[in-house]
Structures are given as structure tokens and as C-alpha cells.
Nanobody
């Protein structure tokens, strides 16, 4: 079994900052990539940022220069530092991991339960 547990969401004023954290646990053999997606009610989930274990990073254009993704591979954690937050960053943010479970030989995607980020004055 694999679990992804997010923390760090909340309410913040425009221009403020938040840091999201996500910890992966369970019978994990290896992790290929971890990242963050976000979703508004009634809309599709969209990429925010991903980082492979090799270090390749991908950001959505809307967050470039404001958000920073980082990982602690040894701890199986991924972080998202969000600065200069805007009301349009209000979403539920989901942690994602592409990984191989012990005794399996296929990469699968797993999701956390989501954490709400609300940017409002």
C-alpha cells in the first residue's frame, strides 16, 4: 500500500506565501517523479510543478517565477514553496508520485487526498 499525505494548505492574503509538503510512504521500491497538481470544482486537474528523481523540473507557465518545487529523495518528500500568491491560485492542491512498488515492475501514479489553498483578503 502507498500513501501520500499533504500538509500546509490554508488561507493567505494576496501577495503572501505558503509552503506545501507531501510525504510518501508504504511499500515503495523507487520513485521516478513527484509533483503538484491543482483542481477547481467542476474543472480538470492541472499541472503545477513536477520534479523527477534525476532533477528535471517542469512548471506551469502561470506559476513560473513564483512557485518553487523541491524534493528530499531520502525522505520521499516533495515541497512546493508558493510566493506572491494571487486569488487565482485558489484551488485544491494534490500531491502526485510516479513510483514502482516493491515486487512490481511497472510505474504507477498515486495521489494524495488534497489540501485547500485559498488566497483572499
Amino acid at each position: 500500500q502507498v500513501q501520500l499525505v499533504e500538509s500546509g494548505g490554508g488561507l493567505v492574503q494576496p501577495g503572501g506565501s505558503l509552503r506545501l509538503s507531501c510525504a510518501a510512504s508504504g511499500d515503495i521500491f523507487s520513485i521516478n517523479a513527484m509533483g503538484w497538481y491543482r483542481q477547481a470544482p467542476g474543472k480538470e486537474r492541472e499541472l503545477v510543478a513536477t520534479k523527477t528523481t534525476g532533477g528535471t523540473i517542469n512548471y506551469a507557465d502561470s506559476v513560473k517565477g513564483r512557485f518553487t518545487i523541491s524534493r528530499d529523495n531520502a525522505k520521499k518528500m516533495v515541497y512546493l514553496q508558493m510566493n506572491s500568491l494571487k486569488p487565482e491560485d485558489t484551488y485544491v492542491y494534490y500531491c502526485n508520485a510516479l513510483l514502482i512498488r516493491s515486487r512490481e515492475y511497472v510505474v504507477r501514479g498515486y495521489w494524495g487526498q488534497g489540501t485547500q489553498v485559498t488566497v483572499s483578503s
